[in-house]
């Protein structure tokens, strides 16, 4: 009997390496395996004929970056400087933009031909100055290729508690100035039929988290502005990227503005733990390299919840609430 057993199993496993050899077998002899390799090959060809491309439309061409002076957006100058563009670099603190152009002039990790940046300081919530910028911008370079509005502030507090006045600086920097700061630059780039305009956004310009009703409202009016200009712009085969990160480890919580206009002046853990700008500054180059229309760069989970937003919209807003409720308590106690 016990070898009876032996012997059907053994003839079992002779079946089974049979079967292995045989589709081995079949695979070689057979043009899969070709197939595969072809496959394999033409991605690799693809993906080398797209990075091609975006080196060449990177180098040499004008990109303006407002917020260089700090976080995302001077790792986004460093990227954009070592890809061979022409940056015109903005900011409000004239001090911190030279110290950035000298940093990377002296810096030597490119091999293509590179630039010395251009600076221009400006406040984005000063509209005269938003358009004299321009103007100095197009007469020092005659036009812009790209348009990277990064520049931004954050806020935290609570509806009921924040002046209108809070509501209107973080609209004024966050939305305002970057429609003002495009619209300015918009008709050489129509007249050129040339020209991409990028907008960094948020996670919250998609979905609303409880206390940051200001910051939420500012990206939303952004990424719909931007969506707009997209579509219009078409007919003039320019651009419009629109880029929403999820956290970052830069000092946009300890800039942030409080409900009655003060300085927040802590880094959260949230941000604390937030990606590498130098990580999300090489993402936006591959975006606005591929000139991709609409990107997310975050985790699993908040990407999870813009779609929790749109398909269960109501256990969506359960949530946000119990997070609003839970963060109340912390405060309390
Ligand atoms: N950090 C994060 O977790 C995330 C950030 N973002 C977005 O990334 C962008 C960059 O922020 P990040 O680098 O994180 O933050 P930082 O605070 O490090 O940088 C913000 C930049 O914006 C500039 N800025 C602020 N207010 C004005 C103004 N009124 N006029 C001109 N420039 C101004 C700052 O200049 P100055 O030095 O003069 O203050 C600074 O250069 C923002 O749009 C932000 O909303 C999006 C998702 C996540
Ligand atoms: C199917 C299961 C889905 C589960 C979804 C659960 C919902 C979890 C909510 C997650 C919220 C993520 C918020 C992310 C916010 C963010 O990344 O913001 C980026 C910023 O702009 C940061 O600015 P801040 O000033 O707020 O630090």
């Known amino acids: 009997m016990f070898c009876q057993v032996l012997k059907e199993s053994q003839k079992c496993t002779r079946r089974k390496s049979l079967l292995k050899v045989r589709a081995m077998d079949f695979i070689t002899s057979t043009a899969i395996l070709p197939l595969l390799f072809g496959c394999v090959g033409i991605f690799s060809l693809f993906r080398l004929l797209q990075w091609m491309r975006m080196k060449?439309?990177?180098?040499?061409?004008v990109v303006v970056i407002t917020g260089a002076t700090s976080g995302l957006g001077k790792e986004c100058a460093k990227v954009f400087y070592s890809a061979g563009s022409k940056l015109v670099l903005c900011g409000r603190n004239a001090e911190?933009?030279?110290?950035?152009?000298?940093?990377?002039?002296?810096?030597?990790a490119t091999k293509v031909q590179t630039h010395k940046p251009y600076t221009v300081t400006f406040d984005l919530t000063d509209p005269g100055a938003?358009?004299?910028?321009?103007?100095?911008i197009l007469q020092c370079f005659g036009y812009v290729d790209i348009l990277i509005n990064n520049?931004?502030?954050?806020?935290?507090?609570?509806i009921k508690d924040t002046t209108v006045d809070v509501d209107k600086r973080v609209m004024e920097t966050n939305y305002?100035?970057?429609?003002?700061?495009?619209?300015?630059l918009l008709p050489s780039m129509i007249k050129r039929r040339r020209g991409h305009v990028v907008a960094i956004s948020s996670i919250q310009g998609k979905i609303s988290i409880p206390f940051r009703s200001a910051y939420a409202a500012s990206k939303h009016a952004t990424q719909a502005f931007f969506d707009c200009l997209r579509a219009e712009m078409e007919q003039y085969e320019i651009e419009v990227t629109v880029i929403s990160p999820g956290y970052?480890?830069?000092?946009?919580?300890?800039?942030?503005?409080?409900?009655?206009?003060?300085?927040y002046g802590a880094t959260d853990k949230t941000t604390a733990q937030g990606r590498n700008p130098a990580e999300v500054a090489q993402d936006v180059l591959a975006a606005v390299g591929r000139k991709e229309k609409d990107v997310i760069l975050a985790d699993l989970l908040p990407s999870l919840a813009i779609y929790l937003r749109t398909l269960a919209p109501g256990l969506f807003f359960s949530l946000m609430a119990s997070r609003a409720r839970k963060e109340r308590k912390s405060k309390n106690s």
């Open 56 to 61: 060449t439309y990177l180098r040499n061409v």
């Open 96 to 108: 911190a933009l030279e110290e950035l152009t000298r940093e990377l002039t002296t810096s030597r």
């Open 130 to 136: 938003i358009v004299a910028a321009a103007a100095e």
């Open 151 to 158: 520049a931004g502030i954050s806020y935290r507090g609570t």
């Open 176 to 184: 305002f100035g970057p429609v003002a700061l495009t619209k300015a």
């Open 248 to 263: 970052i480890h830069t000092n946009l919580s300890l800039n942030a503005t409080t409900a009655d206009g003060s300085r």
